[in-house]
């Protein structure tokens, strides 16, 4: 069982109602990596400059995640971001985008990398997603993730990439951005027909829905009383997914195994937002995953008790 995911390691300063970090481990490949590390053996493929640490590696390398294809650019600087959420956490500014290494980013994979069951994408350019992709080969399972900026000026690149993964992980005003329909089910409807065998809906702190050509599926956000840190929380529920799938590499990969690997991406993006970064995915256990897992069963399970119903 290997993972492959290609994309950001970065550094992040972050500003939220709980308080505020001036430097912290993030990216959305380090996000995934540390989530999909307890179901599989990952490759994270990316950038690093000289400034990325040795406590930065370490934890990048949580649970035996393999950084042999993290690039060292020498003389560069890690790609950084800047961010204040509002009070709600609903909105998120911008503050800074330093992408340094990550500007002139050419994925370099290894054998291994490339010879990897499963593969995800995260958001770079779809030119780069779509050359990596043809790399990958012997992967059952390709899924990948993007965002508005591609969809607005890369849309061609985006929709050809999109057309030979398995799955497109991205939030609902996105979807129906891609394809300007005006719901999320006439959205992942339209991209099913476009190639790939399921669409998953991030809804933000709503949960995440499913969509395939079987069925609809969806999940509540697990219910917290205090949200720290949203930052990474969409590509720990990848990590959590994705990992899963790659984790039964004997089932066919259908409808009832991405419901299952939902409640795994969800419950793992609820331990991400609970703290700053990488801080309680770093340390969490899989008891504790199990423990969320189960709790969501139980919340989301109820039984039929017809009635008469006045007509």
Not at 102 to 116: C, G, I, V, Y
């Amino acid at each position: 069982m290997s993972l492959t995911v290609v994309g950001s390691i970065a550094y992040d300063a972050v500003k939220t109602p709980a308080g505020e970090r001036e430097r912290m481990l993030g990216g959305a490949a380090t996000h995934f990596a540390l989530a999909a590390s307890f179901f599989a053996e990952v490759r994270p493929v990316g950038p690093v400059g000289d400034d990325f640490d040795e406590d930065s590696w370490r934890i990048l390398r949580t649970r035996g995640t393999v950084t042999d294809d993290v690039e060292h650019v020498e003389g560069g600087k890690t790609f950084f971001w800047k961010g204040e959420y509002s009070a709600n956490l609903n909105q998120r500014e911008t503050h800074i985008t330093d992408l340094n290494v990550f500007e002139t980013f050419s994925p370099k994979l290894s054998q291994a990398s490339r010879d990897a069951d499963v593969l995800f994408l995260a958001n770079i350019q779809p030119d780069l997603q779509l050359n990596v992709r043809e790399q990958c080969t012997r992967a059952r399972f390709v899924a990948m993730d993007s965002m508005d900026l591609w969809i607005n000026i890369a849309h061609d690149s985006l929709r050809k990439v999109i057309g030979t993964v398995d799955c497109l992980i991205l939030n609902d005003e996105e979807l129906e951005l891609l394809t300007e329909k005006p719901t999320t089910l006439q959205a992942a409807q339209e991209i099913l027909s476009w190639g790939p065998k399921a669409v998953v809906a991030k809804l933000g702190k709503y949960g995440a829905a499913l969509y395939t050509a079987d069925g609809f599926f969806a999940l509540p956000a697990f219910p917290l009383h205090h949200v720290t840190d949203p930052t990474g929380a969409g590509d720990t529920f990848a990590g959590g997914f994705v990992g899963y799938v790659a984790a039964h590499p004997d089932e066919e990969i259908g409808h009832e195994l991405l419901a299952r690997a939902m409640a795994y991406g969800t419950a793992l993006a609820s331990y991400n937002v609970e703290e700053f970064g990488t801080d309680r995915v770093e340390r969490l256990t899989a008891d504790e995953i199990q423990s969320r897992v189960a709790d969501l069963s139980r919340m989301t399970a109820f039984t039929v008790d017809p009635v008469a119903l006045r007509t």
